[in-house]
């Protein structure tokens, strides 16, 4: 079920019978045909265990299941969006960050402390985001929010690319990331604030990277 990209801040996903999304509740803008909007109490398609996880981890952005038939229209606060389309692999990112994504795709959470040691759970605390991050996973699409616009940044072996934690926003693929310090980095080359830290990216995949170190 991909999304159609109507502008920089608006995607529309066509829904058949049978099919159904999940949304940020209060992003749907408008929509055409015959389509509920339910409240989502069972975690998404990780079941149970995925939304105690979530609320574990302090995840608790509250979603909604959209089923029916019919087109319908997303975007929240002005945000600029990003479709990401999934081929099997995994999209690793922040839960306020999902405007919505299909149905098919497995959600669950990952401790950052297991990627990068100690330091993956430092870089929760630099970013102010999570040491949990939700995982998507499988064959589909996904919708995921920014301030001023995301680039793709390919990840390859002996190509590791070094991100301003704050300008974050996903990974996908086998990416390995951990935070690093350079004296002077942030203050000569970075423009977030606070002491200089570098998020390293190496494997195989992509991150994308917003335009702002401005958090949603």
Not at 144 to 161: F, K, N, Q, Y
Request: proline content about 3%; cysteine-free; glycine content about 16%.
């Amino acid at each position: 079920m991909p999304f159609r990209e109507i502008n920089s801040k608006m995607v529309e996903a066509t829904l058949a019978p049978g099919q159904k999304l999940f949304s940020q509740r209060g992003a749907m803008l408008a929509y055409r045909g015959e389509v509920s909007f339910t409240p989502n109490i069972q975690g998404g398609q990780g079941g149970v265990a995925s939304m105690m996880g979530r609320r574990v981890a302090g995840e608790a952005t509250p979603l909604m299941t959209v089923e029916g038939s019919g087109t319908v229209m997303f975007g929240h606060g002005g945000h600029h969006i990003q479709v990401i389309n999934l081929s099997g692999d995994t999209l690793y990112v922040e839960a306020d960050r999902l405007l919505a994504f299909d149905g098919t795709l497995q959600q669950g959470t990952m401790f950052m402390g297991s990627q990068g040691g100690v330091m993956g759970m430092v870089r929760g605390q630099v970013t102010g985001q999570g040491l949990f991050t939700t995982t998507l996973k499988g064959h589909g699409a996904v919708a995921v929010m920014a301030h001023g616009g995301v680039i793709e940044l390919p990840i390859a072996p002996g190509r590791d690319v070094h991100v301003d934690p704050q300008a974050y926003v996903a990974h996908h693929g086998d990416v390995r990331n951990k935070l690093s310090t350079a004296v002077g980095w942030r203050d000569m080359v970075g423009r977030g604030s606070g002491e200089a830290f570098q998020l390293e990216l190496s494997g195989n995949g992509a991150v994308y990277v917003q335009a702002s170190e401005e958090k949603l």
